[in-house]
DNA sequence: TATTGTTATACTCTATAACTATA
DNA sequence: TATAGTTATAGAGTATAACAATA
């Protein structure tokens, strides 16, 4: 007796075997997540990718342009633009160390630090918000099905 | 005891609580899934999304392309483009019924569905190869998951 | 007035190749 | 010759608003 709303249903719409390919179920729930995040969070102008560049590079000062663009998944020709921005925008601070006049090494500035500081919690706390539909325990066995969907099953 | 490849922790990054970020971990998902799709079906000239706009149709031959734009969280303006590209490609047809002639109904043609035929099974086979990392019980779960996370649970 | 689909514009992100400056 | 990052261009996808035709 299913009376619970379908969003992906209605319509009398069928989908057949693709409900059971994982490509189109991650576009979905990216597509979903995405939506509530800019909902929950659209006020701070906090993007998605900028935040979590920020993120890394508090975690990792002084860590390489490059190193994090690889460990992000995100293409250098499109960190460099990410990057350019929260210079722009007086979060990041770029260094060219002398030992490898090739390389940027990346810090936050004292504001970057504040900006980060500031939305963390709601950032954080979105993950549970992006679920409405999974209890705790259904949540906490996605994240660690996704983590070794990943390859990421021990990083800290 | 881990030896195991850690493609998001290398060059000793460190990411922190974010690890534990439903959005982020969708992300970097989706990224690897796109990947190895482009990788195993890259020469058929096939498009997860256009891929799937076919699948639908042919499972429901005259739905609306409002209607099918909704259950696939595809918005109106880019369905234009993406039917718009299939019916130059000679495989949608496109059909204002006289009962409502601001709507358009949608079926595949001739070569449409020869189209969808000859991918299928190339298409849904692609899942399991998305996730090597999990096994079969667990790709399950992942599944079941995914589905629930989106509001399909009782979807066909 | 509301709805269906289209057009136009802008922005995010990915893909690729050509380029620079270093090594 | 290889590496790190940049620039430029293309494309997929999303967001939004304005619009025409129809209901």
Redesign the interface.
């Known amino acids: 007796m299913?009376r619970?709303?379908?969003?992906?249903?209605?319509?009398?719409?069928?989908?057949?075997?693709?409900?059971?390919?994982?490509?189109?179920?991650?576009?979905?729930?990216?597509?979903?997540?995405?939506e509530e995040?800019y909902d929950v969070l659209g006020h701070h102008g906090l993007k998605?990718?900028e935040f979590?560049v920020l993120?890394?590079i508090r975690?990792?000062p002084g860590?390489?342009q490059g190193?994090?663009a690889?460990?992000?998944?995100v293409k250098p020709a499109h960190m460099t633009k990410l990057v350019q921005r929260s210079v722009d925008e007086g979060r990041v601070e770029r260094h060219v160390p002398e030992d490898d006049r090739r390389s940027v090494r990346l810090r936050l500035t004292a504001a970057g630090e504040r900006f980060v500081d500031d939305n963390k919690q709601d950032?954080?706390n979105?993950?549970p918000a992006?679920?409405p539909?999974?209890d705790e325990e259904?949540?906490r066995?996605?994240?660690k099905?996704?983590?070794?969907?990943?390859?990421?099953?021990?990083?800290?």
């Open positions: 299913n619970q709303t379908r969003p992906q249903s209605c319509d009398g719409i069928v989908f057949g075997e693709i409900t059971s390919s994982v490509g189109f179920l991650l576009r979905l729930a990216q597509v979903r997540a995405f995040f998605p990718g979590t993120w890394v975690l990792n860590a390489r190193d994090i690889r460990v992000l998944s950032f954080l979105f993950a992006g679920a539909s999974l259904e949540g066995m996605l994240v099905l996704l983590r070794k969907f990943n390859g990421m099953e021990d990083v800290v």
